[in-house]
């Protein structure tokens, strides 16, 4: 095992990433801008590095700057988390050439899968069935246009660097494809530095399901079974489960093995995950390969009581997966709300602002994956993911109370969240039912994101007493600040509870 590992990321990964160099016995190195010299994941790790102004494009994405401190402070290995630098070829190349171990796969790998087309060719060359589309990129509107009338509408033009639900765009008729084309290049070209779009047959109403996988530097290459991403907002993941409600024994072992020949096919070691869509008559497409940890890695850990992290660090260092294929089937059911600062009110708008008080849920079956604590200053330089709640319970319908209880125990004061948005999913028939698609969510939003007008008591008495002990060191709160279109009921209940 390695003596030392830097951490080129922030929030809570980078806090989930120190645990595991913590209970691995490996001392952990941190990295921050500016914006970060107070924040937890500094304060966590052995050791903490500056590394430039706010800006991600200043820090966190300069990827020479994180080697040299990785060399400078003696660390051998330098793991990326999520976003910023991990699914960079080009940086997992340069930490190899600075002869350190980048934790995560070759730098072949990432490139294998990097491009959705790329990726796309690699599936249909080893049998994996993809969406039916282009394995190439489209010239212009016209040849889109071609292609289009060809497989039918509705079809989904697609970037080719995509991620995060860039640069997409459903098609629905022949007449809006020139301007679509435009934009999802230009948003392309933007977010990427690359315009390259390609098109998919757009598919109505199936589930996202995807295949955690890992692999070793002997041949071994596990799947840990699926997870159920269907409730999306602007193809964006909002709650994730595991197992499935759609997926039999019969097909997670289809679709594990799927998978697992995908990863096979592109030489890959670590941890990974296939994306895929599954329709309402069981049949999946291969939808690309994230060649990183991904967010709902907790729910995997634990159905499987496999800690994916601690395994990252174990197959990078060279050592041999300690379980089996047969050792591996899923225990009970998990479910992982995201906690973002986006006021559901108000179409998830950004919310910043600094946490004046903070509550978190606890008791059975309960974890909680944050990077932020009363005082932590909430900005736009970064993600509005400010941490994942996550039950773990025998069933599906206990794993949902146990959410809604927990999420009701969870306070947070001083940014808007998504804390109520959720609470609202819990309760929903549909939801409990199982009866979730990619598109549930956007049909349902409206009525998931109004005023509940009922207050509640754990939360208002917690609220009180924030208000109250701001009030006290002359601190104004948000809530007093707040309009009064936006401020909820329990929000306008605590108001009054505190001024009298
Ligand atoms: P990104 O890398 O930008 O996240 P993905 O290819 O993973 O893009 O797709 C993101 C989401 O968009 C999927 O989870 C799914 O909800 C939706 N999606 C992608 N491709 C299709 C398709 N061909 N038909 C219908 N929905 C799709």
């Known amino acids: 095992m390695f003596d030392s590992v830097l951490i080129a ?21 941190a990295v921050y801008s500016d914006a970060d010299a107070g924040a ?21 994405l300069l990827g020479d700057r ?22 960079r070829e080009w940086f997992a190349r340069a930490v190899r050439d600075a002869g350190l171990v980048f934790i995560g796969p070759p730098a072949e790998a990432i490139a294998a899968m990097g491009s959705k087309t790329a990726a796309r060719t690699l599936a249909v060359a080893h049998g994996v069935p993809v969406v039916p589309g282009t394995t190439e990129s489209i010239e212009d509107a016209a040849h889109a246009a071609g292609i289009a009338a060809e497989f039918g509408y509705p079809v989904l033009l697609k970037a080719a660097a995509g991620g995060g639900g860039k640069g997409m765009r459903v098609v629905r008729d022949a007449s809006e494809i020139a301007t679509s084309f435009a934009a999802a290049s230009r948003e392309a070209k933007n977010a990427f530095g690359d315009g390259a779009i390609y098109l998919e047959k757009y598919i109505e109403g199936p589930r996202h399901v995807e295949i955690q996988l890992i692999a070793d530097m002997h041949g071994n290459v596990i799947h840990l079974g699926e997870r159920e991403c269907s409730v999306q907002r602007r193809h964006q993941k909002m709650i994730e489960e595991a197992p499935s409600v759609a997926v039999s024994p019969s097909l997670r072992a289809e679709m594990g093995a799927t998978a697992v020949r ?12 296939c994306e895929f869509l599954l329709d309402r008559d069981g049949k999946y497409y291969f939808l690309e390969m994230n060649t990183r940890l991904q967010v709902e890695h907790p729910v995997t850990e634990l159905v499987s009581g496999i800690d994916l992290v601690q395994w990252q660090l174990r197959v990078a260092s060279g050592e041999p997966l300690g ?8 225990n009970g059911w998990a479910i992982e709300c995201r906690i973002t600062s986006e ?15 903070l509550h978190l849920p606890s008791g059975p079956g309960v974890r909680w994956d944050g990077g932020i604590e009363i005082g932590s200053q909430v900005s736009l330089h970064y993600d509005p993911m ?41 309760e929903d028939a549909e939801f409990r039912a199982g009866e979730i698609e990619i598109q549930w969510l956007e049909r349902r939003l409206a009525s998931l994101t109004t005023d509940p007008g009922t207050a509640d008591g754990v939360r208002l008495a917690a609220l009180a007493g924030a208000l109250l002990a701001d009030s006290e060191s002359g601190v104004r709160t948000d809530v007093s600040s707040k309009k009064g279109s936006t401020a909820s009921a329990w929000q306008r209940a605590a108001r009054l509870e505190s001024l009298t």
């Open 386 to 426: 400010l941490a994942k709640l996550i039950v773990h319970a025998p069933t599906r319908p206990l794993a949902i109370e146990r959410m809604h209880r927990a999420l009701s125990e969870l306070v947070i004061t001083g940014v808007e969240t998504s804390r109520e948005f959720h609470l609202r999913v819990m």
């Open 9 to 29: 990321n922030r929030g809570e990964i980078a806090l989930r990433v120190i645990r595991a160099c913590r209970e691995l016995g490996v001392r952990s190195v």
């Open 262 to 273: 995908a990863a096979r096919a592109a030489g890959y070691v670590n941890a990974g995950t």
């Open 40 to 60: 937890p994941h500094v304060r966590a790790a052995d050791v903490a590095v500056n590394i430039g102004p706010p800006p991600s494009s200043e820090s966190y």
């Open 323 to 330: 379980f089996t294929q047969a050792d591996i089937s899923p």
């Open 66 to 87: 994180i080697i040299q401190a990785a060399i400078s402070e003696g660390a051998q290995a330098i793991h990326p988390g999520y976003g910023f630098l991990s699914e």
């Open 343 to 357: 006021d559901p009110a108000n179409e998830f708008m950004p919310s910043t602002g600094r946490i004046s008080f």
